[in-house]
Every structure is written in structure tokens, then in C-alpha cells.
């Protein structure tokens, strides 16, 4: 059970969109559609913003998308905002257990 | 109002034991799958465990398993987890979550605080 691997950090200006990898195999990421991205700003717990590889939960905006293939999810915010600054995991479903990912630091410019 | 409120955390030698609970309000424990997430200081999460809603189903990460176990009463409303033989590894927040579904494998829709365990001579 290894972690999901994400790059350590993605940054960007005001405006622009990024995009977060997270590579795992077709035993977790590959092999379902349980794909889960958590947002978490310092010293909170948390926030989904996105579930099953593509659906946003509601009051998340629709600045976060979320898309898979293969063996990596993608998670990708357009219009970079100054609040959106934060740590972002990527969760996957694989039989017996759950795996995050590495995580990852968005840095706003 | 969905809420979760963990306590048991505490300082613990290597080798010993602690009991976390996670009081939960705002839902049946029943109806939704639980798991238990943990973060070391300055590090990423970590799933620990998990349990499905409506059966006794139990899931555990291999770093824990045969040392971890999770638990709930239904009766009061609270989620456990048993640690023993803990090991400086284990150290960190233990944040108890509530699965969006009575399914383990579906996302987390809300996470308690916390409680911090450290393990230490």
C-alpha cells in the first residue's frame, strides 16, 4: 500500500489554471472510479472538492474539475484565486483500504 | 448540524495502548460508512481504518493491521479506535470522518478535529 504520488508543489498567478497529478496504479486509481481531491488550508481539517474522479460537491465552485486516465487523476483549477492557495490530496479507493496521495503545495503568485 | 468530536489522544510509551473515541452528532453512525484518518506534524494524511455503515465490515491500512481496531456503538452514537503495541510512527492528529455513503470507498464529506497521539519514551 504506497502512497498515490503527486508532485510537491504547483504554482501559478492570478488567473491562470493549474493542474495537480496523481499517479497511482490500475489497482487504486486505473482500476475504479473512487477518485476524491481534499483541499487543506493551514491548521484545518479537510475540504472534498472533488468525488468519483469528477463530480463536485455542492458550494464547491466550478473553478475545480476533475478528470482521470489511466492510472492518473487529475484535478485542475481554472482561475486561480488567492483563497485557493492550500495543500491538495488525492484519495483513491482500492480493495481493502483507501490511499491519499502525497499531497501537493499551491502556491498563488 | 453534522459534527465529530474525538478525544482520547494522549502521550504513550512505544509499546503501550490508547483508546480514541469520536462522539458523533448530527447523523446515525448506522447509515454512513466511518474511517479514521491521521496526519503526522508537517505531513501528509494517512487512512488508517475504516468501517462500513449498515454491517460490521472493518478495513485497515497495512501499517496498522493486527495492532489497530475500530469500533462503534451504535447505541451512543460513537466510533473507536482501539491502538495497541503503538510505535513512534503512529504518532500524530487522529481526525475521525464521515464517509458520504454507507460504502468505506466513497469520499469523506466531514472530518472532525482531531486528537493528538504521541508516542514516546
Known amino acids: 500500500q504506497s502512497a498515490l504520488t503527486q508532485p510537491a508543489s504547483v504554482s501559478g498567478s492570478p488567473g491562470q489554471s493549474i493542474t495537480i497529478s496523481c499517479t497511482g496504479t490500475?489497482?487504486?486509481?486505473?482500476?475504479?472510479?473512487?477518485v476524491s481531491w481534499y483541499q487543506q488550508h493551514p491548521g484545518k481539517v479537510p475540504k472534498v472538492m472533488i468525488y468519483?474522479?469528477?463530480n463536485r460537491p455542492s458550494g464547491v465552485s466550478n473553478r475545480f474539475s476533475g478528470s482521470k486516465s489511466g492510472n492518473t487523476a487529475s484535478l485542475t483549477i481554472s482561475g486561480l484565486q488567492p483563497e485557493d492557495e492550500a495543500d491538495y490530496y488525492c484519495s483513491s479507493y482500492t480493495s481493502g483500504s483507501t490511499l491519499f496521495g502525497t499531497g501537493t503545495k499551491v502556491t498563488v503568485l | 448540524e453534522v459534527q465529530l468530536l474525538e478525544s482520547g489522544g494522549g502521550l504513550v510509551q512505544p509499546g503501550g495502548s490508547l483508546r480514541l473515541s469520536c462522539a458523533a452528532s448530527g447523523f446515525t453512525l448506522w447509515s454512513y460508512a466511518m474511517s479514521w484518518v491521521r496526519q503526522a506534524p508537517e505531513k501528509g494524511l494517512e487512512w488508517v481504518s475504516g468501517?462500513?455503515?449498515?454491517?460490521?465490515?472493518?478495513y485497515y491500512a497495512d501499517s496498522v493491521k493486527g495492532r489497530f481496531t475500530i469500533s462503534r456503538d451504535i447505541s451512543k452514537n460513537t466510533l473507536f479506535l482501539q491502538m495497541n503495541n503503538l510505535r513512534a510512527e503512529d504518532s500524530g492528529i487522529y481526525h475521525c470522518?464521515?464517509?458520504?455513503?454507507?460504502?468505506?470507498?466513497?469520499?469523506?464529506?466531514?472530518w472532525g478535529q482531531g486528537t493528538l497521539v504521541t508516542v514516546s519514551s
Open positions: 470522518a464521515k464517509v458520504s455513503s454507507g460504502w468505506y470507498g466513497s469520499a469523506i464529506d466531514c
Open positions: 490500475s489497482s487504486d486509481v486505473g482500476g475504479y472510479n473512487y
Open positions: 468501517i462500513s455503515g449498515s454491517s460490521d465490515s472493518t
Open positions: 468519483d474522479v469528477s
